[in-house]
């Protein structure tokens, strides 16, 4: 049997209160289905930070390395805001997708039936939405160089981000981007803004090129990141793949969260390129949101976000293609049941607790 080695980094804020249940669900696959989950966990974020001073160790960076899949919960949090940039929380799931080369970040925007009626768009809006958002991870302004903040000498400082793309960057992602598509409705929409960033005239060239040389069976469409926000909460149901850069992607993607319910919802997976020998490709899942210190250690986190990212990581690391539909066929009878986690409560549901949740989940996913 093939390895199955996951790494678990659940960091911090409601990360932990998540992660918890995608443990249970694994150890019931193990117990139950025979699964063979071999798991080991570390450190990202503030807790690593707290521990030894950086965002991650060498030695998990290591463990990250190696692992089949890492599931990731969340970072970041108010305790570590004057900790210096360089070992910020963020800064290791930076370094993360960064190392082990994660340069497609797949966030499918999903409404399940039974949240259409209480998104806070019209139900006619966003009922049976099925986007997906693919987002560059490893360029752009997250990484280019330089990164700073200089001193001009009077009185008047000067921050700097660089946003950088090569050709070979914006080819491979709408590559992913393009194959996606054949696999859905065919249909691909490039975001970037050619009419104010150089960087956004080679993405809109590159795509085309590709698209003429590869891909010329599937629908282009090209739009202004600015307008593609706009498109998405006038009428998101005109789009299927969405292929855009790292930082629209990031913000175009907590967007079409909230078309889905609450961003408690939307998970991810971010995945590297085949290695050309095993055809294994190094992948993290995370949920999309972030470590809602607001909500934290109160027990209401939504944990379907996380929960939806390891059935990513059934079907994209371990081809349990089969688990992963049931784990999701699971989560849609769970909330067609009436269960609302607090980001999700609306009249005549029952609100239940982030245990509570992960319980149903699993016990659906299992009978
Ligand atoms: N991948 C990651 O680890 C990410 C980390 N962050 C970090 O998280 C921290 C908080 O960032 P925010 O901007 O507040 O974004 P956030 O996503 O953590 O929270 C935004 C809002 O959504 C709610 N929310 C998020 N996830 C939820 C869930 N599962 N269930 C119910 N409600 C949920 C929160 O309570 C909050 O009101 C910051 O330090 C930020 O840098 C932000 C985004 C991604
Ligand atoms: C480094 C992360 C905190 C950035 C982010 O918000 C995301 O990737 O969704
Ligand atoms: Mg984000």
């Known amino acids: 049997m093939a390895s199955k080695n996951l790494l678990l980094l659940a960091g911090d804020g409601i990360g932990p209160e998540a992660m918890a249940e995608v443990k249970k669900l694994i150890a019931a696959m193990n117990a139950k289905?025979?699964?063979?989950?071999?798991t080991d966990e570390g450190l990202v974020g503030g807790c690593a930070y707290d521990a030894h001073g950086a965002a991650i160790s060498d030695a998990d960076m290591e463990?990250?390395?190696?692992?089949?899949?890492?599931?990731?919960?969340?970072?970041g949090g108010p305790k570590w805001d004057k900790v210096p940039y360089e070992v910020r929380p963020e800064a290791g799931l930076l370094r993360l997708r960064k190392d082990m080369e994660l340069f497609a970040n797949l966030r499918p925007a999903i409404c399940y039936p039974a949240l259409a009626a209480s998104s806070s768009l019209k139900q006619e809006v966003?009922?049976?939405?099925?986007?997906?958002?693919?987002?560059?991870?490893?360029?752009?302004?997250?990484?280019?160089?330089?990164?700073?903040?200089?001193d001009l000498g009077n009185g008047q400082k000067r921050g700097i981000d660089t946003q950088v793309y090569d050709t070979f960057e914006i080819e491979r992602i709408s590559g992913v981007a393009f194959e996606l598509a054949r696999t859905r409705k065919n249909h691909v929409t490039s975001m970037e803004k050619r009419n104010v960033m150089k960087s956004g005239v080679l993405w809109n060239e590159v795509v085309s090129q590709t698209h003429k040389a590869r891909y010329a069976d599937v629908k282009l469409d090209h739009m202004l990141a600015d307008a593609g926000g706009m498109q998405l909460v006038r009428w998101p149901k005109q789009f299927d793949v969405?292929?855009?850069?790292?930082?629209?992607?990031?913000?175009?993607?907590?967007?079409?969260?909230?078309?889905?319910?609450?961003?408690?919802?939307?998970?991810s997976a971010s995945l590297g390129a085949p290695d050309v020998k095993t055809k294994k490709r190094k992948a993290l899942y995370e949920p999309v949101h972030g470590s809602a210190p607001d909500i934290a250690g109160?027990?209401?986190?939504?944990?379907?976000?996380?929960?939806?990212?390891?059935?990513?990581?059934?079907?994209?690391?371990?081809?349990?293609?089969?688990?992963?539909?049931?784990?999701?066929?699971?989560?849609?009878?769970?909330?067609?049941?009436?269960?609302?986690?607090?980001?999700?409560?609306?009249?005549?549901?029952?609100?239940?607790?982030?245990?509570?949740m992960g319980d149903a989940i699993i016990a659906k996913f299992l009978g």
């Open 126 to 150: 966003v009922e049976g939405l099925d986007i997906l958002i693919v987002r560059e991870l490893t360029g752009g302004v997250y990484f280019g160089e330089p990164k700073q903040i200089i």
């Open 298 to 356: 109160q027990g209401i986190a939504n944990p379907i976000a996380m929960i939806a990212s390891f059935a990513m990581c059934l079907r994209y690391s371990f081809g349990m293609v089969a688990e992963a539909d049931k784990l999701e066929g699971a989560i849609a009878a769970v909330l067609d049941q009436g269960l609302r986690t607090k980001d999700i409560m609306s009249e005549g549901m029952t609100e239940v607790g982030t245990v509570e």
């Open 242 to 267: 969405i292929v855009t850069d790292n930082l629209f992607g990031d913000m175009l993607s907590d967007i079409a969260a909230m078309l889905t319910g609450s961003i408690g919802m939307l998970p």
């Open 63 to 75: 463990k990250a390395m190696a692992a089949d899949a890492v599931l990731f919960g969340a970072v």
């Open 33 to 38: 289905l025979g699964s063979g989950f071999v």
